[in-house]
């Protein structure tokens, strides 16, 4: 049944494709053969054309009865920000007008209130609206000018609406954490998995055994190098010039000059990466008057496009130069607070493994004696759970100033 | 049927980071969702059965339009699973991490590999290299080849040993639908499991349709049958069934001109050599007609357009359409 009434939407489509763009009907609460009808799109007029085939597919998927035109186009948005996603682009309302709701882009709110049900049931992720640069610089401004008025400015945030989301994982942290981390039986698993497949350059010689393959989607190892980025400039009060970034990472061994390897051998140049975490949204380079003339009216560049980022030596163009600021990706997927959480683990966790390494060598060499002792025992252990609950302690506290002192840095309060 | 959960959310997102991955794999990603979970919201575990968890789970995907395969690997014989897109729309086109030109490549080489005389359902590395040329914006050969090495690497075709590229079981399963739809005459389904054969038997009598996956031809003959299962009932004893995949062709072959199945080798002879210059004189003339419909938007397996495919085939499998005929 149902394969044949879409083949015939179809054909209605296709005969009153062209022209018809102009009297499509978009209220809503038709039903779903009159909605189809009026609304189908070019897009899958031309999977139509195409694929005839294909809607008997659809049939089989148990899409069949009465499956409403809505309830399509909620599916489809729905696929549509898994593969945004999987390509590590955002989702932009462009493409969802385009690819989804064509004619029906009155029906947006309908729609994308469906798909973020269906993600957050079925998927656990959410859709995050990525700010505009227009609205982080507000932010900056609005910080200089001791945070008034910000409701105007909220209001005008909402009435136009985000124009692009990435898809977030949203289980509870807990459950995300301990999906990050090895497992040795799912290691196991898919090392013998990756032992039936073609070699893989990107491959990794482990498995790393975490629930989560987030490793597959990206270099590990840049991906460090991007969150060293992004804590730079946010202890950097939230924005760095281009000389002073490329001078830290200078000192951690990262040259200009010198290209980056990559897990896959490929070499890539600071500048490219740079311009790749522009692309991705991680970053943004914004351009700005040399220090004396002040920072009026920041123009946000199109870096990527168009223009290269420079090398370090042709930044600076008569009184033009460029500072670095998060781009929309990092507040949305890394954000402030666990950059800054991320910071004082970095700092923490050096104190810990050479703590650890410490304490197994004692451990070690205790560990015959103890067998001989029966009585101390209990004491012992009760010391060490005094010892290691006190260190606790003192971890929670460092941790803490750790966490403040990057919120004074970043220049106040760090969004979520 | 256990309420959708947390764990249902965290074994679906493992299953997506990873794509494509065993079943055995799938389950241990499974034990490890269930004891996440449990051990985040400090409850214990209620387990229900793996095969009922990914039902849920396959069941959710369904209306979305993505769907949840497995499929006996023809080589290792262990069983795949990966979460396939269904249809074959616009969205589906954002899926893919290559380029519309490497897409283009992708599929033409899909083509030269279903259309592959003998049942071969292979291409020499050579052949694949050339088809290149057959690209609207051209490829050098070292990014040909560059491009089939990613191919591998990603786990979309598979490359043998002899150096003969065939699909891998990734691209068997996500492109399921595709394949039967285009390759309708060059399909081969097993007879015993109805899955795609690209690396098998044939039954050894001349019109006889039986094809059978390795893995399944073997459990066939430990079941001690020593007939070919379907009405021509010829003795597989007496002569050995014939192979489908890449022992189709000879290593010689790969060098030289394409061959057909060994018993049809002398009628076959002459047509084989008619069968290499028509084609590539076809194909320079679709690379004329293709280029403005592929420069605006190849789609990932886009079809070629009814008439160019027509002229192709024509060439390429006259032999399979003169057994039809037999037939």
């Given amino acids: 049944m149902a394969p044949r009434a879409s083949q015939r939407f179809g054909q209605a489509s296709q005969s009153q494709a062209n022209g018809r763009r102009t009297q499509a009907a978009t209220q809503k609460g038709y039903g779903g053969r009159r909605r189809a009808r009026e609304a189908t799109e070019e897009p899958e007029d031309e999977q139509e054309q195409q694929d005839p085939e294909e809607d008997d597919e659809d049939g089989e998927e148990g899409q069949g009865e009465g499956v409403s035109a809505e309830d399509k186009m909620i599916a489809d948005l729905v696929r549509l920000a898994l593969f945004t996603e999987y390509k590590h682009t955002p989702l932009r309302r462009d493409d969802i007008n385009k690819k989804v709701l064509v004619n029906n882009t009155r029906s947006f709110r309908t729609v994308f209130a469906g798909a973020e049900k269906i993600l957050k049931d079925t998927f656990g992720m959410e859709l995050v609206p990525l700010q505009t640069a227009g609205h982080r610089d507000r932010l900056v401004l609005e910080e200089v000018a001791d945070g008034e008025d910000t409701g105007v400015v909220k209001k005008k945030i909402t009435a136009a609406g985000p124009r692009s989301w990435i898809l977030r994982n949203c289980l509870p942290e807990p459950i995300i954490r301990a999906a990050a981390e090895r497992d040795p039986l799912v290691a196991e698993a898919e090392e013998d998995d990756w032992a039936l497949l073609s070699d893989d350059p990107l491959r990794p010689e482990h498995a790393p055994g975490t629930a989560l393959a987030w490793q597959s989607a990206d270099d590990v190892g840049l991906q460090g190098l991007m969150f060293v980025i992004l804590s730079l400039v946010l202890v950097n009060g939230r924005s760095m010039p281009d000389p002073q970034l490329r001078s830290y990472l200078k000192k951690l061994g990262v040259h200009s000059t010198i290209p980056i390897v990559t897990a896959s051998n490929k070499n890539i140049t600071l500048d490219a990466f740079l311009s790749s975490l522009t692309k991705l949204g991680y970053l943004d380079r914004i351009r700005t008057h040399l220090p004396g003339l002040g920072t009026q009216a920041p123009a946000t560049q199109a870096a990527g496009r168009g223009r290269r980022a420079r090398g370090s030596d042709d930044v600076e163009e008569g009184d033009i130069s460029y500072e670095w600021r998060w781009g929309p990706r990092a507040e949305a997927e890394v954000g402030e607070k666990r950059t800054a959480g991320f910071i004082a683990d970095v700092y923490l966790k050096r104190r810990e493994e050479v703590q650890e390494i410490e304490d197994s060598e004692e451990e070690e060499e205790e560990q015959p004696a103890r067998k001989g002792r029966g009585r101390g025992k209990n004491d012992e252990v009760a010391e060490r759970r005094r010892e290691k609950q006190a260190k606790k302690e003192k971890e929670r506290k460092e941790m803490e100033r750790i966490l403040k002192e990057v919120e004074r840095a970043a220049g106040g309060n760090l969004s979520a | ?327």
């Fill in chain 2, 1 to 327: 049927m256990a309420r959708y959960s947390d764990v249902h959310r965290l074994f679906l997102q493992s299953l997506i980071s990873r794509r494509f991955l065993s079943i055995k794999l799938a389950e241990k990603l499974y034990d490890r969702a269930c004891e996440i979970v449990a051990a985040a919201e400090g409850t214990e575990p209620s387990r229900q059965p793996f095969e009922a968890a990914l039902g849920q789970v396959g069941d959710a995907l369904g209306p979305i339009g993505l769907e949840i395969r497995k499929l006996q690997d023809e080589g290792t014989k262990v069983i795949m699973m990966a979460i396939v897109n269904t249809k074959g729309d616009a969205i589906a086109q954002v899926a893919t991490e290559f380029s519309p030109n490497e897409i283009a490549y992708f599929k033409l080489i899909v083509e030269v590999i279903m259309l592959a005389p003998s049942e071969s359902f292979s291409v020499s590395s050579i052949a694949a290299i050339k088809e290149s040329t057959n690209l609207p914006s051209k490829m050098t050969k070292t990014e040909a080849e560059s491009t089939l090495n990613a191919f591998v690497s990603r786990g979309w075709l598979i490359k043998s040993q002899r150096g003969r590229y065939s699909l891998s079981t990734r691209s068997l399963m996500e492109l399921q639908t595709y394949l039967k739809t285009e390759f309708v005459d060059e399909v081969l389904e097993c007879s015993l499991c109805m899955e795609i054969v690209t690396k098998g038997i044939a039954c050894p009598s001349a019109r006889c349709k039986t094809r059978m996956h390795k893995h399944c031809y073997e459990t066939y003959r430990a079941q001690g049958h020593k007939v070919c299962p379907s009405d021509c009932g010829a003795s597989w004893n007496d002569i050995q069934p014939i192979p489908v995949g890449e022992d189709a062709v000879t290593e010689r072959q790969d060098r030289g001109r394409a061959r057909r199945r060994v018993e049809q080798e002398e009628t076959m002879e002459a047509e084989a050599e008619e069968y290499d210059e028509p084609m590539e004189a076809s194909q320079e003339l679709e690379e004329e007609e293709e280029e403005p419909e592929a420069s605006a938007s190849p789609p990932p397996v886009q079809r070629k357009s009814r008439q160019q495919k027509v002229s192709q085939r024509s060439n390429a499998s006259r032999y399979y359409d003169d057994e039809a005929e037999e037939d």
